[in-house]
C-alpha cells in the first residue's frame, strides 16, 4: 500500500458546528462532527467509509468535494491544498472532484430536463460547441447504461436505479479522477443495487477514477471497497485494507459493528456482540475513548485518555488503548 | 383456484394451530385516471401460533398493503379490498363492523411501524400514550395503568422507565422510540404483532437490538409475529417462515433455511445472489435487469417474465400458479411441475 500513489492526503481535518443557544440544551457548546481525522486515498482505489448515523461520515465527504468548509486541517489534491481555495481557484479542482448523492429522487432538479442536468457542467466549462456537448452527452449516457431518448425526459420519468445512473452521469461529465459517494445506493431496492454497484466498478476500471465510497451498509462497503475505515462519533477507528478489517477486525467498535449485522448464512453463525445502548451525543462526546461508554474491554485508561490512531501490520491501524504501548508514543 | 392448495388439512386441526388465514385476498386501488392498481392481487397464506412469519419485498410488491388490509386500514376511496377472506383465529375480520375492527387492532394485533417518530404523538408524553391504549383496550384505571406502563418499559430495556414515562418522543432517539412502540405493542398481549420494517430506520448496533429484543418479546408473550421486510439478513436472522412477494402476488413460500439453501423461484434466487454476502467474496454481483412493473400495469403472463434469466413462451402468455412443492414449500413458476418436479433451464 505504501508505495501506491496519494491522489488525496486528508490531514487533520476537523468540522465544528456551533450550537444554537437557547434552542438546544446543552453543556458543550460546539458539535464535533468530525475531529481531527486523518488518512490517505490511493490512485484507482475505493476507500470506504462506514459509520452509523452521527458518525461524521457524511459531514467528511462533504468537506472533501468542498460544499463544506472545515473548521481545521488540510486537503492535499495530487500535492494542492484545496481547503482555503476559494471558489475561482477551486474552479480547476472542481472538475477532478465530484460526488454522488444518497437521494436520487432529492439530488436532481426535477424541472430540468436529463439534457440539461448533465450538460450543465459542459456548458458552464465553455470548451466544447452546442453539436459536441450533444454528443458528449449522448456518449456519458450511454457509458452508465442509458440510452439517447432519456436526454428529453425529466427525472420523475425515470425509476430510482435509472435516477441515480443519471446522477453517476452528471458526476462524470467533467472527467473527473475523484467521485465522493455517499450513500449512492441506500434508497435503492435491493435488486437495483447491485445494478448500480456494478456499474459504479466498471467505470472504475474504464475511466480509471478513484472513489470514497461512505455507507452505512457494511456487506456493500465490503463487496466494492479495498480500504475501509470505520467512524465513530466524528473520528476515525479503524482503518486498512478490506480483508483486514472484516477478517481481523481490531477495534471492539468494529468487531461489534460486524458481528451485528443480520446474515444470510446459518453454517457458521457469528457471536453477536450486543452493544449496551446507544451512541453518545457528538455535542456531549466522552472524554478519553470516544466508545468507553459501550465498549466491553473498556478499562481506566479509556476513560481518562483519547487513544491515537496506531498503525500495525500490513497497513491496518486502529485506535485503542487495548493494542497501544504501555505509554504513547506518536 | 389455488386454494386447494391449503385444504391439506381437515378444517378442525386447521383451526386449532394456526392463528391468521389469509385466503384469496385483493387489495385493489382505483386511480384517476381510471386505472386499477392491484397491489395485492390473490395473496393467501396463513400464521401458526408462536410463529415468526416475514413477508419480504421489494417497494411496490405489495408487502405494506397485505399487512394494512390485515389491520382493515386501506384508506378508502381510492383503495378496496375486493375479495378475500381474513381469518383470525377463525374469526373473519373482513365481516366486522369498524367499531368492532378497532377492538381487535390494539387487542388482538398489534403494530410496529418503520418510522417510529411518525408513529408516536409528539404532543404527548410516553408514558400518556402507553397508558392511553392500556386504559382503552385493558380497560385498566390511570394510576393502575401508570404502573403497568413503568412495567412494561423495564421489561422493553429501559433502566430508568420511571423518567422515560414522563419524556416526550423528540427527547428519545430512534432506537429509543422504536422500544417504546414495542411496549406500546405489547401492552395488550396481542395474538399477533405485525411490524412493519421495524429496524429500517436504525442503525445496525441499534438494530440487532432490537431484533433480539423482538425474539425475546415474541417468546415471552406468545405472539405470532408478521415481520414485514425488503431486508433479507434481517429475514434470516429472525423469520421461521419466509413468504416472498413480487408484484401484489406471493411468488415462494418456504421455511427460512431452506428458502436461503436453496431458492426455487427465480425471483428469490436473483435476488439472493444480488445483496453482497459479508462472508462470501465475489468479483462481481448478479443484478437483475429492469425494474419492478407497476402495479396499474402488470404484464399479462408470469410478472417476473421480462426480468427473468430462465424465460420461456408460455411464461409471458400465462400466469403461473402458486404450487406446492415438498409439502412445506411453493413455488410460483413454470419451471416447477408439481411435486418437485424441475423441468428445465435451471
Known sequence: ?????????????????????????????????????????????????????????????????????????????????????????????????????????????????????????????????????????????????????????????FSGGQRQRIGIARALTMNPKFIAADEPVSALDVSVQSQVLNLMQDLQDELNLTYLFISHDLSVVKHISDRVGVMYLGRIVEIGPKKNIYDNPMHPYTQALLSSIPVTNFDGKREKIYLKGEPPSPSDPPKGCAFHTRCPNAFNRCRIERPELILHDDGQSVACHLYSAPFTNV | ???????????????????????????????????????????????????????????????????????????????????????????????????????????????????????????????????????????????????????????????????????????????????????????????????????????????????????DMKERFGSSVLLITHDLGVVAEVANRVLVMYGGQIVEEAPVKDLFMDAKHPYTEALLESIPNIDEDVERLESIPGTVPPAHNFPQGCRFADRCKYVMDICREENPKLIEHNSNRKVRCFLYKEEGGFLSGG
Not at chain 1, 491522489?7 to 481531527?36: C, H, M, S, T, W
Not at chain 2, 383496550?137 to 423495564?154: D, F, G, P, R
Request: hydrophobic share 40%; net charge positive.
Open chain 1, 1 to 157: 500500500m505504501g508505495d501506491k500513489e496519494k491522489l488525496l492526503e486528508i490531514r487533520n481535518l476537523k468540522k465544528y458546528f456551533p450550537i444554537k443557544k437557547g434552542l438546544i440544551k446543552g453543556r458543550g457548546n460546539q458539535v464535533k462532527a468530525v475531529d481531527d481525522v486523518s488518512f490517505n486515498i490511493y490512485k484507482g482505489e475505493t476507500l470506504g467509509i462506514v459509520g452509523e448515523s452521527g458518525s461524521g461520515k457524511s459531514t467528511l465527504g462533504r468537506m472533501i468535494v468542498r460544499l463544506m468548509d472545515a473548521t481545521e486541517g488540510e486537503i492535499v489534491f495530487e500535492g494542492t491544498n484545496i481547503e482555503h481555495l476559494g471558489t475561482r481557484q477551486m474552479g480547476a479542482f472542481r472538475k477532478e472532484i465530484q460526488m454522488v448523492f444518497q437521494d436520487p429522487f432529492a439530488s436532481l432538479n426535477p424541472r430540468m430536463r436529463v439534457g440539461q442536468l448533465i450538460g450543465e457542467p459542459i456548458a458552464i466549462q465553455k470548451t466544447f460547441n452546442k453539436k459536441e456537448r450533444a454528443e458528449k452527452i449522448i456518449d456519458i449516457l450511454g457509458k452508465v447504461g442509458l440510452t439517447a431518448e432519456a436526454i428529453t425526459k425529466f427525472p420523475h420519468e
Open chain 2, 1 to 215: 383456484m389455488q386454494s386447494q392448495q391449503i385444504n391439506k388439512e381437515p378444517s378442525t386441526i386447521d383451526v386449532n394451530d394456526s392463528l391468521l388465514d389469509v385466503k384469496g385476498l385483493k387489495t385493489y386501488f382505483y386511480m384517476r385516471h381510471g386505472k386499477t392498481a392491484k397491489a395485492v392481487d390473490d395473496v393467501s397464506f396463513s400464521i401458526n401460533k408462536g410463529e415468526t412469519v416475514a413477508l419480504v419485498g421489494e417497494s411496490g410488491s405489495g408487502k405494506s398493503i397485505t399487512s394494512l388490509s390485515i389491520m382493515r386500514l386501506i384508506q378508502s376511496p381510492p383503495g378496496k379490498i375486493v375479495e378475500g377472506s381474513i381469518k383470525l383465529e377463525g374469526k373473519e375480520l373482513l365481516a366486522l363492523s369498524e367499531n368492532e375492527m378497532s377492538k381487535v387492532r390494539g387487542n388482538e394485533i398489534g403494530m410496529i411501524f418503520q418510522e417510529p417518530m411518525t408513529s408516536l404523538d409528539p404532543v404527548f408524553t410516553i408514558g400518556s400514550q402507553i397508558v392511553e391504549s392500556l386504559m382503552k383496550h385493558k380497560m385498566m384505571k390511570k394510576k393502575e395503568a401508570y404502573k403497568q406502563a413503568i412495567e412494561l418499559l423495564k421489561i422493553v430495556g429501559f433502566a430508568r422507565a420511571e423518567k422515560i414515562v414522563k419524556e416526550f418522543p423528540h427527547q428519545l432517539s430512534g432506537g429509543m422510540r422504536q422500544r417504546v412502540m414495542i411496549a406500546i405493542a405489547l401492552s395488550c398481549n396481542p395474538k399477533l404483532l405485525i411490524a412493519d420494517e421495524p429496524t429500517t430506520a436504525l442503525d445496525v448496533t441499534i438494530q440487532a437490538q432490537i431484533l433480539n429484543l423482538m425474539v
